[in-house]
């Protein structure tokens, strides 16, 4: 059976019993009642009273190999996206914690409605289709959906007088920028990444390549990439719960470049008291023929000698 589908059949399997992790999303109806389940909870606001209009989405859900998309509706209207990252990513699990948050548009006094919805998403390339909740978005297609929504009905009561300074609301995202990562080739497995904020940030993350969300205390490395190309954005969460993003960085990961040949150096001659020694031995050698020759004449002249 393909890997992905054994996924697939897992993850469907475990959405029908509880998470260790205390994760079990409630669905509230028009009535105010709740139904049960384990998909995508809203952990705040909760079916109370608040008496601030500037309130925070925050959600959770089990993230498996499966493609997600997180959205938000209030009341009736659609919102936008609802980003969202990994709780410990590096820690090896079948089913993760993910978590989202994004700010609410400014709230006004009265009852309201926020829903969340989740999708999905696989494609499956042969053996048996998913069953349960995941259907072809075409007929005996591959790409497999399923969606799921929770439901909070809360109120604002923020008792605001005349005298109260009117509310303003941050809406600015932060700005990251001196990225240390460019658009080059590196020849490393590991690269350092730098950036800056503008603000100061309740999250940061980075998504390699297209993935999920991981969440970085600051400046860190990237370490172990693959050779070929990459491609990563840095992502930062300021106080209000503005999301700013960083431009997209493309690059390259190569092999390290042989070291090249360097050529062999010709030994340096020692010099005798400064006389090469080519002209040291060629001296020698003129040495020893005179004095070969002086011999030669010795002993004719004593055998000359002798003679007379």
């Known amino acids: 059976m393909n890997t992905k589908l054994v996924w697939v059949f897992l993850f469907v399997s475990l959405l029908s019993i509880p998470f260790a992790t205390g994760i079990s999303a409630v669905q ?3 009535t105010g009642s709740a139904t049960s389940y384990s998909v995508v909870k809203i952990l705040f606001p909760s079916n109370r009273t608040y008496d601030s ?3 925070t989405l925050e959600v959770t859900f089990p993230a498996s190999c499966l493609r997600y998309s997180l959205n938000y509706d209030l009341d009736g209207k659609y919102e936008g996206p609802v980003p969202f990252w990994i709780v410990n990513p590096t820690e090896v699990h079948v089913v993760y914690e ?7 548009p400014v709230l006004s006094d009265g009852s309201h409605r926020v829903t969340v919805s989740i999708e999905c998403s696989v494609d499956i390339y042969g053996g048996n289709a998913p069953s349960g909740p995941f259907k072809p978005t075409t007929p005996n297609g591959t790409h497999f959906v399923a969606t799921w929504a929770d439901t909070v009905y809360f109120t604002i009561d923020s ?10 609301l941050d809406s600015t995202p932060p700005i990251i920028f001196g990225l240390s990562l460019q658009d080059r080739v590196y020849t490393a497995p590991d690269v350092p990444l730098n950036f800056t904020v503008n603000e100061a940030t309740s ?8 993935n999920d969300n991981v969440t970085i205390a600051g400046n860190t490395t990237l370490t172990g990439l693959s050779v070929g190309a990459h491609n990563l954005t840095v992502y930062a969460w300021d106080a209000a719960g503005n999301v700013g993003a960083s431009k997209t960085i493309h690059f390259y990961v190569a ?7 360097q050529p062999i150096e010709p030994i340096p001659t020692a010099s005798v008291d400064g006389v090469a020694p080519s002209l040291v031995v060629t001296s020698s050698v003129a040495a020893a023929a005179l004095v070969a020759i002086g011999v030669l004449v010795f002993f004719k002249r004593r055998k000359r000698e002798a003679k007379l």
Do not use: C, H, M
């Open 28 to 30: 509230a109806d028009s």
């Open 53 to 55: 209009r500037l309130l």
């Open 98 to 104: 993910a978590r989202g948050a994004v700010e609410l």
């Open 159 to 168: 008792n605001a007088s005349t005298q109260d300074p009117p509310l303003t």
């Open 203 to 210: 999250r940061l993350t980075v998504s390699l390549d297209g």
């Open 255 to 261: 092999d390290p470049p042989s070291a090249p040949i």
